[in-house]
């Protein structure tokens, strides 16, 4: 800290609201334009429609609660809810199931509770579980890449049928996900080696080349954006690194028990929303702890309860859920983890410096 | 004394129903309520159990001393409530198999020990069961408006099953609203009774702001056409 020492008032940076919207959006950029040229015309349609839902829903709870409608729409952050709900959608999804989970995330996950920044869950991941438990059969449908360059690919009108309900061309191309299917596999009794042939490849997982949610495929681009963000100090690096060091230690230490039962730590960090989830979702600013210890305790958290869902709970994924519990957990963590008072020690007793020497006596 | 009957109407239905306005009994409530019917059944037996408790304790309450007054209240309230139980049982039987669990649980309905301290051992005999009737009617309306809310959101139904509870003559009721639904599971799971009565609520107080601002406006005008 090399800051001159000066009284407050202390001015700050100027960082709006708006501007971290707009970083976060510009990291997640890049895994978003190969969700789209991965699933084609059906993705994209389902995007604009979920991102459209929750900017009119927040539009309308503004309206309805009687609060500036301008200001509060132009932050962005009802776009970047909406875009991280698509995010985690099944590709080839139906358009009511955006409908539906936008106007989950933004009206009942939050101007119920009072709007931006009064959260107490991330509404995007409130919106996915949600939409999880009423419809597991539309939520867990997925389909293998279909780049937009490749000639089966559906056309934009065959793109826009799809996702307005054309579901029998929707049967023919779907297909587990890596997470999905060796969850499956394992339930039958295979061994994991076997389960893993042809569905995960390092290299394929992290370019994004696999079946999965719409943005959520590419570890590469995901991580890319993810230093983007803790490069602007967007983000702190606690989160997201006790998160994955803890899914990756617990993954690495059982595969190492058994390799033929656990997968190992690759494979659960490069699948599913692993790294979506530490860089974009739990690091929200409103529902994780403010101090950097609650920070890591809470990063820990999520990573455990990752692993416990994935490896022994009823769903293949669980990154929605783990981050949603650890947001329950948040308040208890900021009461018990506190920073320390400057001048004083951790217990909150003023400390007592020798003048002379400047030691702590 | 003479009892305001309009009062008591206005009260038991609206201005202090037992959910929007006291949002007691919400353990049946969320429990019951995943379909309009269900919710009919229990609001109707629910009725019943206020009545002749309040009824009862009415009758009884020069007798009842202050010091033994809760304990006498349960005792009416569960004797009333095993007797509806059996009733139901015999002459209802498959809507009984579906509510199972929560008729006996009314003798715990906060709602009717409620009335019964508050209301019936003050009153005599008609006002305590006018009160009762009005009560509830009132949480039967709560519990058939949230129930047709979840049944319609969460199934595309309404009043699904009514035969059992009213005989075949009102199968009619029975109406499928939306026709190859997918469901919305969520609303019918306990989640969506929390979601939609607080939405509800919402909506109540919304309305009751609206009409008293409109009360107010009228009182204005007269006010200012007197002057």
Known sequence: MNAPLVSGPHTHQARSVSRIMALVMLALLPATLLGFYNFGWPAITL???????AVLAEA????????????FLLDGSALLTGWLLAMTLPPWAPWWLGVVGSLLAIVVAKQVFGGIGQNLFNPAMVARVALLIAFPLQMTTFVGPQPLSSPNAPSFLEGVAITFGDEAKLDAVSGATPLGHVRTELDRGTELTQALNGYYAPLSASLGDTSGSLGETSALLILLGGLFLLFKRVISWHIPVAMLATL??????????????YPGAGFHLLSGGALLGAFFIATDLVTSPVSARGQLVFGAGCGMLVY?????????????????????????????????????????????????????? | MSTDYRRLTRDGLWDNNVVFSQLLALCPL??????????????????????????????????????VRIPVFV???????????????AWVHDLHKVLGLFIPLIVTNCAILGRAESFASKQALGPALYDGLMMGLGFTLALVVLGATREIIGSGTLFANASLLLGQAFSFLELRLIPDYHGFLLVTLPPGGFLAL?????????LDARLARRAEARALAVAAAES
């Open chain 1, 308 to 361: 416990v869902i994935r490896t022994w709970a009823g769903y293949p994924e669980g990154v929605a859920f783990a981050v949603m519990l650890m947001n329950a957990c948040t308040p208890l963590i900021d009461h018990y983890i506190r920073p320390r008072i400057y001048g004083r020690d951790r217990a909150g007793q003023p400390m007592v410096y020798d003048v002379q020497s400047g030691e702590k006596s």
């Open chain 2, 198 to 206: 607080g939405f509800l609520l919402a909506a109540k107080r919304r």
């Open chain 2, 30 to 67: 969320l429990a019951v309520t995943a379909s309009a019917t269900n919710g009919l059944g229990m609001g109707l037996a629910t009725t019943a159990v206020l009545m002749a408790s309040g009824a009862t304790v009415a009758v009884f309450r020069h007798f009842i001393t202050p010091a």
């Open chain 2, 75 to 89: 005792l009416i309230i569960a004797t009333i409530v095993t007797a509806v139980d059996m009733a139901m049982n």
């Open chain 1, 248 to 261: 990756g230690l617990l993954a690495a230490v059982f595969h190492g028990f058994d390799p033929t039962r």
């Open chain 1, 60 to 71: 309308g709870c503004l309206l309805i609660a009687g609060k500036p409608v301008r200001p």
């Open chain 1, 47 to 53: 995007f604009a429609v979920t991102v459209l839902t």
